[in-house]
């Protein structure tokens, strides 16, 4: 080892018939305010049209906004003009919904505009109005993270525009962009601030976009006012189940599912559902993972996902497998659990226990078969809004994730039962409730989840393993997939959280091995990485990389970190003039004919640790060595990028890894949200397995970090 390494189309049919996806459509029509309300009512004579112009004229020192009547709006880009003739304080509300706690009329995320002076880096900041959640700072000029704790973290935005981009008393350009957790803000096209809400219970994932009227005496204009609506990304390697248009591939009663808003909405809240309806797959399917928004009318809402299930022959019952929502109460869960889960997932003994993400078996066994914790289950849940599922089904393994929290590791030991079948939503009987399932996307999975991907005309092979957002991972020089990471464990310990891509770089494992110099450059190498990415359609991913995959790594953060959500680096830190040197001996070493004709100690190591790998040919290694040591110094592999790279980095290295922990700092500094982790007692070598390590990494990548 090198020292080593929705649409929305639906939302209002009659009003909003002529919108379609990705199309900008204008929303005000010059002549008045038709399609929009102002909130609160009693403010309405704030807000006129003159001159073809939205006008608001501020009567009174409080809060008045212009909404537009679509007030689901989920993903999307809104552009307009904005002029403030004088002083003012304005700007535009974005997910905005009713706040329960009356402090405001609205909570919401807010993009402020004002008059140029009105603040230090307000004008062009986001503002966040939350009813109970923190309410954090994003100054123009400032990209923030909150993460699944709510807690922030800003790095500053390279080329943000400023105060003299933007015109005084006269016309700007906004653009707004909602995808997702990731809101953008753009006055004059330029960057202004940006923001990412990574929080389950009390993000907003949907609601009305609004102008904002503040101060008693000032008159703001806004023209131009053009909605794009953005159908949800289809996530990497998976496909479309439901259209969001019309049942195509599905069947059901449809006198109890409806569409809206893009979303399949499951019974009604006029009237009882008299029994059990299901809306089911008219295709059966195998292994796959599927992933889905689900929200309640209230959390106590029975409904749930069918996976691997069959249609009771005449009749309205469906039997198989149901990731469950609701709630049951206490004793009744525990009498239906597994003996002695009931305890280990702290239900309690009365009142009502939370159903959401447990597996039970509908109209078959009819009990549970797993159940979530109570505790973890209520920090993920989002009781009043949507709720992301991932269920994965893989031979007799079934998974459940709820906003990123596991509830439910099943393994089926009746060879009885299917393992296919058919996926439906369902409405359980009982009171007039609803429930709502939407973004739906499933990928089949294969047999094999392996394959190569060309790369510079070479071949590059890699592995997939486990579910959730991807990650990529780089082994060490001389390492492969298998050696640096199945055997040391990582891949087990990775794979419950993310669905791993592990590469075999060029000249390892079952990649192509060519004996040449100049393709082991680490530009040339980080090129496998963005092949295999391209290939399986990841836009973005989490990163990691041990040793060369480190170094790679710094040329991907230096060169293209807008494809990576995070990254951690192990073992890297500066060559120095001796350790770059002795490439030259290993090379010789690798290409000695025999163990015993080796003097160079040094050599006698390398030679030993490559030939364990029956993978590994000796020839392509030592072209690899050449051209790789050298190069072997993190900052000048990612060279000026760096500076404005926005990725959150990780790098750790054992304390006894010299010369690399040596200058690790100096790589570290240079990041701007980087962190530099020593393993007690470890070198090069020996950090690699060390459950510290993982430990450190898990950390990192839930958010929980010390």
């Known amino acids: 080892m090198k020292k080593t390494l929705r649409t929305l189309a639906l939302t209002l049919m009659i ?43 501020g009567s009174a020192n409080r809060l008045s906004y212009l909404v537009w009547d679509d007030v689901n709006l989920q993903d999307f880009e809104l552009e307009l003009d904005y002029r403030l003739p004088g002083k003012g304080n304005t ?15 609205f909570q919401g995320y807010h993009a402020d505009l004002g008059h140029v002076g009105i603040g230090d880096h307000i004008l062009g900041a986001w503002d966040f109005h939350f009813a109970e959640r923190n309410e954090p700072v994003c100054e123009r000029g400032t990209a923030l993270r909150i993460d699944e704790n709510d807690s922030p973290t800003r790095i500053d935005i390279t080329d943000a525009v400023q105060l003299e981009d933007i015109n005084d008393q006269g016309w700007n350009h906004v653009r707004v962009v909602a995808r997702g957790n990731h809101f953008r803000f753009f006055i004059n096209g330029k960057l202004a601030s940006e923001f990412s809400d990574q929080v389950h219970a009390g993000r907003l994932t949907a609601g009305a976009i609004g102008l ?85 009318s209230q959390v106590d809402v029975n409904g749930g996902v069918q996976i691997r299930s069959k249609r009771i022959p005449d009749h309205h ?7 469950d929502t609701g709630t049951i109460g206490a004793n009744t869960f525990r009498r239906m659990s597994p003996p002695g889960a ?67 590791d099943y393994v089926e030991t009746n060879p009885e039962i299917a393992d296919s079948g058919i996926i439906g939503v369902q409405i359980h009987s009982g009171p007039a409730v609803e429930v709502s399932y939407r973004n739906i996307f499933i990928r089949e999975l294969d047999e094999s989840q392996a394959g190569f991907v060309e790369s510079d005309g070479l071949q590059i092979y ?19 997939t298998k050696s640096n990471w199945v055997d040391t464990g990582w891949v087990d310990a990775l794979k419950e959280h993310r669905s791993i891509i592990s590469i075999d770089i060029r000249g390892h494992g079952k990649s192509d091995k060519p004996h040449e110099l100049d393709v082991y450059s680490y530009a040339g190498m980080s090129r496998d990485v963005l092949a295999v990415m391209d290939e399986l359609g990841i836009p973005k991913a989490d990163y990691m990389g041990y040793s060369m995959g480190a170094f790679m790594g710094a040329h991907l953060l230096g060169h293209h970190s807008e494809r990576f959500t995070s990254m951690v680096l192990g073992g890297i830190g500066n060559e120095t003039e001796e350790s770059a040197a002795a490439c030259v001996e290993i090379a010789k070493a690798l290409r000695a004919p025999d163990m015993a004709s080796i003097k160079n100690p040094v050599g006698v190591g390398y030679r030993m640790y490559a030939e364990a790998n029956p993978n590994n040919d000796l020839e392509s290694l030592a072209f690899s060595a050449l051209k790789m040591w050298p190069e072997g110094y993190p900052l000048k592999l990612a060279g000026p990028g760096i500076g404005a790279a926005k990725t959150r980095v990780l790098v750790v290295n054992g304390e006894k890894d010299h010369p690399y922990v040596d200058s690790a700092d100096l790589f570290v500094n240079a990041i701007s949200h ?33």
């Open 462 to 480: 890699y592995e997939r393993f486990g579910a959730g957002p991807p990650m990529i991972l780089a082994h060490g020089w001389g390492g492969d």
């Open 317 to 323: 019952e469906v039997s198989g497998y149901q990731v």
């Open 15 to 57: 009003s909003f018939s002529a919108a379609s996806v990705e199309e900008l459509e204008t929303i005000f029509n010059e002549v008045n305010l038709e399609g929009w309300h102002v909130v609160p009512e009693n403010t309405a004579s704030d807000w006129t049209v003159k001159n073809g112009l939205i006008v608001g004229q």
């Open 91 to 105: 700007g535009i509300e974005v997910h905005a919904q009713a706040d329960p706690s009356g402090k405001r009329p």
């Open 212 to 296: 904002q009227l503040h101060d008693k005496g000032m008159r703001v204009e806004f023209r131009n006012v053009q909605l794009k609506r953005l159908p949800p990304e289809t996530p990497e390697g998976f496909t479309r189940l439901f259209n969001e248009t019309d049942f195509t591939g599905w069947e059901g009663n449809l006198e109890f599912f409806r569409l809206e808003d893009g979303a399949i909405v499951a019974g009604r809240l006029t009237e009882r559902v008299p029994q059990n309806e299901f809306l089911c797959t008219t295709k059966e399917y195998g292994d796959f993972e599927l992933r889905l928004e689900v929200k309640g």
């Open 674 to 706: 980087g962190r530099h982790v020593k393993i007690p007692g470890r070198d090069h070598l020996s950090a690699v397995a060390d459950p510290r390590f993982k430990k450190h990494v898990l950390q990192f990548l839930t958010g929980h970090e010390n």
């Open 342 to 408: 009931a305890e280990k997932a702290h239900v309690g003994t009365d009142g009502q226990s939370i159903i959401w993400g447990s597996l039970y078996d509908e109209s078959r066994r009819n009990r549970f078969l797993a159940i979530a914790d109570q505790i973890e289950l209520k920090k993920a849940l989002n009781p009043d809004g949507w709720n992301q599922f991932v269920i994965r089904c893989e031979g007799d393994r079934i998974q459940v994730w709820i906003n990123d929290a596991k509830t439910v």
